[in-house]
């Protein structure tokens, strides 16, 4: 199927494109009202994640309302410990939590020895719907937490401050620790291939929770087996490139390392300013980001302005696309998201001669 637009996906392979092409992170969820009715509906968020309908219904939702140059599959990074058989469960106002938890050498290796790809149907299912809804006008993005990331939940029971139960971990039994980065990193690559076989047309490794490492403890732990999932990752499909994008919140200190990890984008959080992110890695990778989410909150003109700012730092030329350093939150008003989105398309024409 012949794609209408295709400029995101130029864009990560560092082709000219006529303006820079823009996507959020969490395009699909609770700033939406339609998001909310049909999470109502649904009665709890698995069960919403779960239903590729419903899955469906609300990846296509931000494309309704904006001129998106991307899809991102509605889904959650916690699919993969899921299948695991760890128990994730939501706790209302509380986050994600588990079951079962991870503490000991003996817990890794009794975790099962499953096919990924046979247990999360229901993702496989979502992108071939996904696929089918919009008929070529955009390209879906599909994507996976990283290892490091993952296990940081399973051995913490859910989200944390500071990590201190993963780390310690992680010092003390180093060889548990790469065990179970390994599985997950096999996980992590049947995942994203089941999920390039279904459709999706680029992936994007969420390292979330990598920079809260030391520069060590990232090249050992976190980044070495993301490059060990690029590496094995299926990279053409219906005739074209699948494009993989590693974001590492908190990474500026690495961004050399993670350009050389095979990656065709690196993503950047909003604590590095773009420009100097090109001059260290543009000539080898494209960038996305990295406007502030908290940017959405402030007037139409302010956010126009900002984003006039990290295009005019990027500068002119190709393999830009625009997103926010991180997630968008809940109180967004979805107007600011339209003046975003148009501010991004209007104001970059003038970089792409």
Known sequence: MTLKNDRFLRALLKESVD?????????????????????????????????????????????????????ILFSDILTIPDALGQGLYFSEGEGPKFRKVIRSALDVEMLPDISIADELTYVTDAIALIRKELNGSVPLIG????????????????????????????????????????????????????????????????????????????????????????????????????????FTKNGGLWLEAIANSGCQAVGLDWTIEIGAA?????????????MDPTILYANPSAIRKEV????????????????????????????????????VHELSASYHP
């Open 19 to 71: 303006v820079t092409p823009v996507w959020m992170m969490r395009q699909a969820g609770r700033y939406l009202p339609e998001y909310r009715v049909t999470r109502k509906q649904a009665g709890d968020f698995l069960t919403l994640c779960q239903t590729p309908q419903l899955a469906c219904e609300v990846t296509l939702q931000p494309l309704h309302r904006y001129p998106f140059d991307a899809a």
């Open 143 to 246: 994507f996976s937490g990283s290892p490091w990331t993952l296990a940081t939940y399973m051995i913490e029971g859910g989200g944390s401050k500071d990590f201190r139960i993963a780390k310690q971990f992680m010092y003390d039994h180093p060889q548990a620790m790469h065990l179970l980065l390994e599985k997950l990193a096999n996980a992590v690559t049947d995942y994203l291939n089941a999920q390039i076989k279904a459709g999706a047309q680029a992936v994007q490794i969420f390292d979330t929770w990598g920079g809260v490492l030391t520069t060590g403890a990232y090249a050992t732990f976190s980044l070495k087996y993301m490059q060990d999932i690029v590496a094995n990752l299926i990279r053409e499909n219906e005739g074209r490139q699948v494009p993989v994008i590693i």
């Open 278 to 290: 090109r001059q260290r890695i543009g000539g080898r990778v494209a960038l996305q980001g990295n």
């Open 308 to 343: 006039g700012r990290i295009l005019e730092s990027f500068g002119p030329g190709n393999g830009h696309v625009f997103n926010l350093g991180h997630g968008i939150t809940p109180e967004v008003n979805p107007d600011h998201v339209s003046a975003f989105v148009d501010a």
